[in-house]
């Protein structure tokens, strides 16, 4: 699933940045920082145990300034440019600004479709990221909630 969350994110965000006059290598590395801040946010969030708050940023149920994971991948995404490519906090907040909504549309739109192109993007998959090997362990709590979500979209 961190595959095709960071593959789907190379995708839209090279071009989009591309034309915002970033170089080749700059968007491709814009959009690395943009993937690992989403993959890194999901992964803190379940490693908290919020599913729920998981849940509603994946299912598009929910306007994306409701949910607070948005704050935080936004946060993570602006000090990445900030940090990894020399951005002014203005330029780093404004392209993350305008890529995040998209993004996270169109990742919520793969998790919501029942194509079978778009399998990999399973919500029970999100346990994977707590997988600690111990049987009864929070990664097994996770996943057998992750798979009950996962569901609700039509996806097992």
């Not at 290598?25 to 989403?38: K, P, R």
């Not at 849940?55 to 936004?74: C, F």
């Not at 111990?134 to 097994?140: E, S």
């Amino acid at each position: 699933m961190l595959d095709n969350i960071l593959n789907l994110v190379k995708q839209q965000a090279v071009g989009q940045l591309l034309q915002k006059g970033l170089g080749q290598n700059e968007a491709d590395q814009a959009a690395g920082i943009a993937g690992d801040s989403i993959i890194n946010s999901l992964k803190e969030e379940a490693m908290g145990g919020n599913l729920g708050g998981i849940t509603e940023l994946l299912s598009g149920k929910a306007g994306l300034s409701d949910n607070p994971i948005i704050g935080k991948i936004m946060g993570a995404m602006g000090g990445g440019l900030q940090d990894k490519m020399g951005m002014s906090a203005e330029q780093s907040n404004g392209l993350t600004g305008d890529l995040l909504p998209g993004l996270m549309n169109q990742i919520s739109g793969k998790f919501n479709s029942s194509a079978e192109e778009d399998a990999g993007f399973d919500l029970g998959a999100i346990a994977n990221f707590m997988d600690d090997g111990k049987p009864g362990g929070v990664d097994d709590l996770v996943r057998n909630a992750g798979n009950m979500l996962g569901g609700l979209f039509g996806k097992k």
